[in-house]
């Protein structure tokens, strides 16, 4: 998540702004407290997919994936 928002330029409260979430709920996700669900990891697929950012496919294991960037 760190590494998305860093490669978008964004400040965690910029980001939390343009997803409509939070600026503690960006610091928790990228501090592993928690990880994006539901509508949150789609919305974030789309940023990412058009960023050109390369994270790894959401499967069964999207927590692993957002919280330490690797599949399980």
Request: aromatic share 8%; charged share 25%.
């Amino acid at each position: 998540m760190l590494d998305l928002r860093r490669s978008l330029r964004l400040s965690q409260s910029r980001l939390a702004q343009e997803l409509g979430v939070r600026q503690q709920t960006i610091s928790d996700w990228e501090t592993g407290v928690y990880a994006p669900r539901g509508a949150s990891v789609r919305l974030l697929d789309i940023v990412a997919e058009h960023a050109g950012f390369i994270y790894g496919e959401f499967t069964d294991s999207v927590d692993t994936v957002w919280t330490t960037g690797e599949e399980e």
